[in-house]
C-alpha cells in the first residue's frame, strides 16, 4: 500500500502531499520497524513510544505518528503526523492497511468479567455448524480450526489484531468471536472492528489496579455497546445483554442495534434448569425463534448463561435453531474452564481459571449445587492463590469466597510476578476469620499446594483447583516458568 493511500483514511491529511512511497508496515514496537514502515509512538503506562523515535528512524521508518513534534529527531526527512491520540490513529492505520479485514467478516466481540472465553467457543461451535468456518481471538490462544497462535494478551493490539483477522480471512474464515477486553476498549484497540453481534456478560470486581472504579470499569465495557455499534455500517446488528447482572440492566446500547437479552426470568433468552450433574446441565430454553431442550456437557449456571450468550450470537447470524442447540449439544468445552482431570482414585478433580471472587462464586456454587443435588457427603477443596501486581482489595474477598463454598482452603502462590508470594498470602489471609482458620491451610509453593491436597482429599470429595486454568506457565519476577495446574494434578493423582 502506498503512504499517500494508507493516510487517507485519517482526517485532515489530505491538505498535505503524501509520496507514492511503499509502505512495508504499521508498528507500535520500534523493534520490529522495518525500512519502509509507519512507526507510531504510543504513550503507555511505563513506557513512552517518543522515547524510541530514534530507534524507528535508524531502522528506516518513512513515517512518524506522534503527539508531541518536538520529540522528533531533527533532520529527519519523512512524513511526521502529529495527532491528538497516537492510540486513535493507530487503530486506523492499522484497519487500513490491513484491508479492513472485519468488513469481511461476521464479527461477535464478547465483553464482560467472566465468560467471555466459554462464549466465545461456544460461538464458534455454533457457527461452525453452522457452515461458518469462525476463527477465535481470546486468553488462551487464537485459532481457526486446525491453526492455532499463541496469545499473549486477552485482546491484541491493533496492528496485531487487524493483521490477525487478515489471516483468519485470507485462510478461510467468515466469521471471528473474540474476547474484547475493558483495557482494549479503553486503549481503543477494537475501534475499527465493526461488529455485527456485542455480548455483555456479567462486571463484577476486577481489574481495579487499571480502572480504579467499577463505575470507571462499567464506562469502559460500555464503549462496545454505544461508540463503537455507533460506528459499524453492519445492519442489522445485534446487542446481547445479560439482564441477571445489575450492570448488564444500566448498560446503554446504540439505537440502531436490535437488543437481545438473557438471563433473567422476563429476558428475551431464558432457561429452566432440569437436571445437573458434575458432567451435564440439561435445560430449557426459550428464544424470540422457538424453544428447545439443551443438553449442555458442563456444568454450572453460569456456563448456561455463557451457553445462552452463544446461542443469542448464533440466532443472530441466521443459523437454526435446531443446529445451535445441536452443537451445544456436542460442545467439547474450554482449556481450564472447569476443566475435568480425569483418574482412577474415584476424586472429582477440576481446573478452573476462576481469578476473581464472582467467577470463583460461580464455580463452587455450580460444584456445591451439584453435592446437593446427588445427595453427596463429598467434601470440597479449593486451592487458590492471587495474582502479584494486581487488584490487592480482591485478595480478602477471594478466600472468603472460598471459605463459604468449601469445607477445606489451601492458599498458595498465583503468578507472584514482582511480589513477595508471602506478602499476597497474607493479604488473602486477612478475608480468614474466627472458626474459619481451621479450614485453611497455607502451601506458598503451588505445586506442593495441589500434592498435599491431593494427597489428603478422601474418596468421593471434590478437588478445585483455582486461579490458573489453561495457562502453562508460573510467573515469577519477570519471567515465566513452565507450569500448568492439570499436569501436575495428574502427577499428584498418579502419586496417591
Known sequence: MKLNNLFSIIPGTSNYTLSETEVSGVFNDARLVVPGSVFVAIRGSKLDGHSFLGDAVAKGAAALVVEDKSKVPAGYAGFVWQTEN????????????????????????????????????????????????????????????????????????????????????????????????????????????????????????????????????????????????????KSPCYAIVNTADKYGRRLKVADPAVLWTYGSKDSDIRYEILKMDFALTHFKVHTPIGEG??????????????????????????????????????????????????????????????????ALENVLMALTKVRENLNSPAKIWTVFGCGGDRDKGKRPLMAQMALRFSDHVVITSDNPRTEDPQSIINDILAGVAGADKSKATVYVDRKEAIHQTMKKAQPGDVVLIAGKGHEDYQIIGKEKFPFSDVKVAEEALQGR
Open 86 to 233: 497516537s492510540r486513535e490513529t493507530l487503530d486506523l492505520l492499522a484497519s487500513r492497511f490491513y484491508l479492513d479485514p472485519g468488513q469481511e467478516l461476521f464479527c461477535v466481540g464478547v465483553t464482560g468479567t467472566n465468560g467471555k472465553t466459554s462464549v466465545t467457543y461456544m460461538t464458534e461451535a455454533i457457527l461452525n455448524a453452522g457452515k461458518i468456518p469462525t476463527g477465535v481471538i481470546g486468553t488462551v490462544n487464537h485459532h481457526l480450526l486446525d491453526k492455532v497462535w499463541p496469545s499473549e494478551m486477552t485482546t491484541p493490539d491493533p496492528v496485531f489484531l487487524q493483521k490477525r483477522l487478515r489471516e483468519f480471512r485470507d485462510d478461510g474464515a467468515m466469521a471471528v468471536a473474540m474476547e474484547v477486553s475493558s483495557h482494549a476498549l479503553d486503549q481503543k484497540r477494537v475501534d475499527s472492528v465493526p461488529f455485527n453481534t456485542v455480548i455483555f456478560t456479567n462486571l463484577t470486581r476486577d481489574h481495579l489496579d487499571y480502572h480504579e472504579t467499577m463505575d470507571q470499569y462499567f464506562e469502559a465495557k460500555q464503549r462496545l455497546f454505544t461508540d463503537l455499534l455507533w460506528k459499524t455500517e
Open 293 to 358: 431442550e439443551i443438553r449442555l456437557p458442563m456444568s454450572g449456571t453460569h456456563n448456561v448463561m455463557n451457553a445462552l450468550a452463544a446461542l443469542g450470537a448464533g440466532l443472530s447470524a441466521g443459523i437454526p435453531l435446531d443446529i445451535c442447540i445441536s452443537a451445544l449439544d456436542s460442545f467439547t468445552g474450554v482449556p481450564g474452564r472447569l476443566q475435568s482431570v480425569p483418574n482412577k482414585q474415584d476424586l472429582a478433580v477440576f481446573v478452573d481459571y476462576a481469578h476473581s471472587p464472582d
